[in-house]
């Protein structure tokens, strides 16, 4: 079995290939996909090659975690789940290249306890599941306080936001930065940093994805506030000690969502209290990838990105 997948040979080289598929194993299933989302964060790292050292990391690979499509096969153990429309956070599915994260192909072989269902008639917005399964997740740690404080109005900070709310929590303040990218909030204030004069955050989730934030952070900290490091980083975050030793700051990373993460996020989701409307700014036909990339991470306008592979053979 082969399918059509984005590849990204090296840094800035990136096509639509034919690919070799694994077989499936008794427990998988196999996705014909609909929808794929492009990730500004992981994916752009990929992209310029500035990713970390992570296990699965070289070239060439397939990127993407966030996938939505129908069960059109599977082994022997999962037949019962032909027909359901799923969403998958990638796969590891390729013969001939890396799967890392290994969503973004018009067909996916996935293990089933990693997919995960989806309504009927849910369209392109459900490619955000993952990333509402990471907002969650970073706030529902034990002992965490929610977010008085968002760092960043990308796709990641309007979810966590959206969860923030929506979990009965009050209404967080959002920095962002970018004036373009100040529009779009429900229910919370978006402002530019510069005009916030608060000090005392008592708990301030960055996700901005930028590691030279943290001494500005550490200085609008409450005495014994956390913060959370809910993005992504390139370079090595480092903070100057003495103003977080006066204010005995903690530092908390949170990691990737789990899936009972997934599950309260689609429990949200179904008692209304969570939409994942307007944040997808741009679809496009998967056949122009290469173009849909740029655009992805060139367009201060695209703020999410969306592939679309029905009509690829």
């Known amino acids: 079995m082969n399918t059509l997948a984005i590849v990204l040979k090296a840094p800035f080289e990136l096509s639509l290939d034919r690919v070799s598929l694994i077989p499936a194993g008794p427990d998988d299933l196999v ?52 027909g359901e429309r799923v969403f998958v956070p990638g796969s590891n599915c390729y013969a001939d290249v890396r799967g890392l994260f290994g969503g973004a192909a018009r067909r996916l072989i996935a293990p089933s306890v990693r997919v995960a269902n989806i309504a009927e008639g849910e369209g392109e917005d459900s490619v955000l599941l993952a990333l509402a ?16 404080l968002i760092v960043g109005h990308g796709v990641l900070g309007r979810l966590l936001a959206r969860v923030t709310i929506a979990c009965g929590h009050p209404a967080p303040v959002v920095w962002e930065q970018s004036a373009n990218r100040r529009t779009g909030a429900n229910g919370y204030d978006v402002i530019d940093p510069s005009q916030d004069e608060r000090r005392g955050y008592n708990s301030i989730y960055d ?63 179904s008692d209304g209290a969570l939409r994942l409307d307007d944040i997808i700014t741009h679809i496009c ?11 992805a991470f060139e367009d201060s306008s695209c ?8 009509t690829c053979a």
């Open 303 to 310: 703020l999410k990105m969306v592939l679309d592979w029905r």
């Open 31 to 82: 996705i014909d996909v609909e929808f794929s989302g492009i990730s500004t964060g992981t994916e752009r790292l990929l992209w310029n090659g500035r990713m970390p050292a992570f296990p699965g990391m070289g070239y060439p690979l397939v990127p993407g975690y966030e996938s939505i499509g129908r069960v059109i096969d599977a082994g022997a153990s999962a037949k019962a789940r032909i």
């Open 285 to 295: 036909d998967a056949a122009d990838a290469a173009s849909a990339y740029r655009t």
């Open 207 to 269: 996700v901005s994805g930028d590691s030279s934030v943290l001494d500005h952070l550490i200085g609008r900290l409450a005495p014994g506030g956390e913060i959370v490091l809910a993005g992504f980083y390139d370079t090595r975050p480092s903070f100057d000690f003495a103003p977080a030793f006066m204010r005995e700051a903690r530092l908390r990373i949170a990691a990737e969502w789990r899936p009972s993460d997934m599950a309260a996020v689609q429990k949200l989701l």
């Open 133 to 148: 399964a990471t907002a969650y997740h970073a706030l529902s740690a034990k002992h965490a306080a929610p977010p008085e």
